[in-house]
T-cell receptor
């Protein structure tokens, strides 16, 4: 079992470009969570998705950020027109249905640097 | 809204000694879960230990144990026989008990940087 796979591991974007972060959950996991970690901070919840559905996006900025988890393929976190303040580590986690309370499995994160 | 506070930004301990990391939280919920996650320099988030609020017995996992005080809303982590590989950031986290259709999101503290010295 390959675990939660995130790519790329590092991503550099210029201000105004788009960033696409990918997350492949563990086999058998249909729930995906995205978190953002700013420097010297803990992780902050962004969005919780099930296949083809957004369940909770209460932590997503209202503009420029979107997430999807299609029926086939990885979950994508998309940031349009990136700004310096978007520089952070973005973590994806996954769990089987109804087991999030047992603790998710996290990926190794994507570090986004906006220059 | 729930909040999690870790009042010790940094701590250090000698190898083989015992160290306790503090965590307090604020919630009006009665049913919830508490977690400690470890983040080594590799950045990987690793689940260390988990506690269910309705259980009075403190959780233990090998050298790791917690002191869960529900009334005081305190959830400290004790690491016994510290090893060099325990050097990492440690995050305390809270999750509400999920109701049907609800979210299972974690609320994290800001972390404690633990250094184990040889």
């Amino acid at each position: 079992n390959a675990g939660v796979m995130q790519n790329p591991r590092h991503l550099v974007r210029r201000r105004g470009q788009e960033a696409r972060l990918r997350c492949s959950p563990m086999k058998g996991h249909s729930h995906v969570y995205w978190y953002r970690q700013l420097p010297e901070e803990g992780l902050k919840f962004m969005v919780y998705l099930q296949k083809e559905n957004i369940i909770d996006e209460s932590g997503m900025p209202k503009e420029r950020f979107s997430a999807e988890f299609p029926k086939e393929g990885p979950s994508i976190l998309r940031i349009q027109q990136v700004v310096r303040g978007d520089s952070a580590a973005y973590f994806c986690a996954s769990s089987p249905p109804g087991t999030g309370a047992y603790g998710y499995t996290f990926g190794s994160g994507t570090r986004l640097t906006v220059v | 809204a729930q909040t999690v506070t870790q009042s010790q930004p940094e701590m250090s301990v000698q190898e083989a000694e015992t160290v306790t990391l503090s965590c307090t939280y604020d919630t009006s919920e009665n049913n919830y879960y508490l977690f400690w996650y470890k983040q080594p320099p590799s950045r990987q988030m690793i689940l260390v230990i988990r506690q269910e609020a309705y259980k009075q017995q403190n959780a233990t996992e090998n050298r790791f144990s917690v002191n869960f005080q529900k009334a005081a809303k305190s959830f400290s982590l004790k690491i016994s026989d510290s090893q060099l590989g325990d050097t990492a950031m440690y995050f305390c986290a809270f999750m509400k008990h999920k109701v049907q259709g609800g979210s299972e999101k974690l609320v994290f503290g800001k972390g404690t940087k633990l250094t184990v010295n040889p």
